[in-house]
């Protein structure tokens, strides 16, 4: 706990959270690992549909433990007029809501931005979605993918002989949720100055057509003469930048400017070719990108493997990583050392290692001790806390359908 009392940055900002699977989770994550206090606002009978996802152990998903920690768990029914009582009335009492459903779900169920903020002035809102709340694409269902397909980002994936490759990681979905974050943030600052909330939004498409650092540029600036495609292991415009075979594996090498080509030929022991015009420039050397890569594989293929490919170019600052498995990355000493693979306690799975948070604060360099809710875990908690009700009344909710919640095992039950 921080001098001031806090117990992070966020502590005392009360979220509502309809959100599932996640890009929306991601922004919500975020909050609570930073101390704020997240409802998570889950529809009976399952939730989260990521409770369902892989990998389940005893019928808990590390996916949800994952995405979840800190956050507790409300299981009310949003198609009851008196789950929406509910919501309404916890509306009074919280700084943010944010929502990753359809654009338009929460609005069919009364819950417009502007009935929100009517009983929650100053109220911030952000939604998450796959292509945004307007424009011809917005009703469409989509995922992470669906939006990078949509982005010309999927056509940039692969070799260029053979179909766009498949991307076996949630890169668009969390950094949306986290422009989703930068978003409520910017927004909480704007309300500190004028006491004004405000509705914000952000979506995978937009994200992933943003991750376009020189494709877009480059297409518009040479008026279409550069279009740009996929290019397999290396890249299309920049050599060499790419991944280079080892006679054990394979290393990624980036050498974006000239006076790193300098490095990268006297490491490889060729310093002729640092003035020779065939390569002396970025563009010759992406003119003649299999001859480079030719001349570096020939090179390594003389080593006797990654690790002295790494420490021979590290010697002379060549940027270059050994290309590791999730397995190998999982125990890198660095990763360990910063924390970026984190071992956590889940009360079914025991000891689970997750990715870390990105974001360090020297004001809180400890991590909070958060743990994933079963689902509906915290309806009476929530409700006595916020509203007042008591058990009885929670009881009544629960019986009538109102509040569900599952059990330690994970069964779905009646009580609060």
Not at 9 to 32: C, E, K, M, N
Not at 391 to 400: M, Y
């Amino acid at each position: 706990m921080s001098p001031d009392g806090l117990k992070h940055i966020y502590d005392g900002i009360r979220v509502l959270d309809f959100t599932q699977v996640l890009a929306g989770p991601t922004v919500t994550r975020l909050l609570a690992e930073m101390g704020a206090d997240v409802i998570k606002v889950e529809l009976p009978p399952g939730g989260d549909r990521s409770r369902a996802l892989p990998y389940l152990r005893d019928g808990r998903s590390g996916y949800h433990i994952q995405q979840n920690r800190g956050k507790r768990s409300l299981c009310v029914d949003l198609h009851s007029a008196r789950g929406i009582e509910i919501v309404f009335d916890l509306l009074r009492h919280v700084d943010i809501v944010v929502d990753s459903f359809s654009p338009g779900t929460l609005g069919a169920l009364g819950l417009t931005y502007d009935a929100m903020k009517a009983v929650r002035p100053g109220l911030i809102m952000c939604s998450v979605s796959a292509f945004g709340q307007d424009g011809e694409l917005a009703g469409k269902p989509g995922y992470d993918h669906i939006a990078q397909a949509y982005s010309g980002i999927t056509s940039m994936i692969g070799t260029p002989e053979a179909a766009p490759s498949l991307t076996s990681f949630g890169v668009g979905d969390v950094t949306t949720g986290v422009y989703g974050m930068a978003a409520v943030a910017s927004a909480l600052f704007h309300r500190e100055r004028t006491g004004e909330g405000q509705w914000v939004e952000v979506s995978l498409l937009d994200t992933y057509f943003n991750s376009h650092e020189i494709n877009v540029q480059a297409y518009s600036g040479s008026r279409g003469d550069i279009k740009p495609s996929r290019s397999g292991s290396h890249h299309y415009a920049i050599c060499p930048f790419g991944v280079y075979r080892t006679s054990d594996g394979f290393v990624f090498i980036a050498v974006p400017s000239e006076h790193q080509w300098s490095y990268l030929c006297r490491a490889i022991g060729r310093e002729e070719l640092i003035e020779d015009p065939r390569y002396s420039t970025n563009r010759a050397r992406s003119e003649r990108a299999t001859e480079v890569v030719e001349i570096v594989e020939g090179w390594l293929a003389t080593l006797s493997g990654t690790e002295e490919a790494v420490r021979v170019l590290e010697a002379e600052r060549v940027p270059v990583a050994p290309v590791l498995s999730v397995e190998q990355a999982i125990h890198h000493p660095h990763l360990r050392q910063r924390r970026t693979v984190r071992s956590v306690r889940d009360r079914v799975w025991g000891t689970i290692e997750i990715p870390g948070v990105p974001m360090r604060f020297s004001a809180w360099p400890d991590e909070l001790p958060l743990e994933a809710p079963f689902l509906g875990e915290h309806n009476e908690e929530i409700l006595s806390e916020y509203l007042g009700y008591d058990a009885q009344t929670c009881e009544s909710l629960a019986k009538g359908g109102v509040l569900a919640s599952e059990s330690h095992k994970g069964k779905t039950g009646s009580s609060a």
